[in-house]
């Protein structure tokens, strides 16, 4: 009787325990893939769930700031190249409010736009402006003028205790300018308020 020369060096007992191990770690193996697959739909689904069942609680916001815009006016069209000023509002306490822009300039009232933020330490609102719900009026056509500006700003997204937030809030203020034409720097008083809804 001749042995097998393929199971010359192995006893069939050994055969039999590798082939159990083999079996047992491809089950694990198949057992975590199934798991896999069926958890992490349902982890993300509950994970969905839970931030939008986070609580939302509403903020009376409350803002006065006065600084310098710089603006260039060609013809028509107004670019508003910086908005900087200093002053205080909800959430975020002493703080700086800042933008940027563009505006018509073809009658006494004209829209504008931009994007722009009210920031504090550690907290920030983002706000965005357009042009259906802003408008700016000019007290003449040369030489130094007050433009009275309003509009609405709608918060777009914040950090520290404005994260999550979302909301409109009003503005109202006044632009002083030296002419209507060219390079212009003036003095801006804007007074902010309104609701914000506040995640968390």
């Known amino acids: 009787m001749h042995e097998d020369p393929t199971h010359a060096k ?60 710089a603006l260039l006016i060609d013809n028509s069209k107004v670019t508003i190249s910086s908005v900087a000023g200093k002053g205080t509002g909800t959430l975020v306490g002493a703080s700086t409010v800042s933008g940027t822009g563009s505006a018509s300039a073809s009658a006494q009232c004209d829209p504008f736009s931009g994007t722009g933020a009210i920031a504090g330490p550690g907290t920030r609102i983002d706000f965005l402006v357009t042009s259906s719900s802003s408008q700016g009026c000019s007290s003449g056509e040369s030489g130094p003028i007050t433009v009275t500006f309003k509009g609405v700003a709608k918060a777009t997204s ?23 034409t060219g390079s212009q720097k003036g003095a801006f008083t804007v007074t902010v308020t309104g609701r914000l809804a506040l995640k968390g």
């Open 10 to 69: 192995t006893s069939p007992g050994v055969q039999v325990r590798s082939r159990g191990r083999r079996a047992r770690i491809c089950g694990a193996v198949g057992a975590l893939a199934t798991v896999g697959v069926v958890v992490s739909p349902a982890l993300a689904r509950a994970a969905d769930v839970a931030s939008k069942a986070l609580p939302t609680r509403t903020v009376a916001f409350t803002g006065h700031y006065k600084g310098n815009v």
């Open 158 to 180: 914040g950090t520290g205790k404005a994260k999550g937030v979302s909301g409109d809030l009003t503005f109202k203020g006044s632009l002083h300018l030296g002419n209507t």
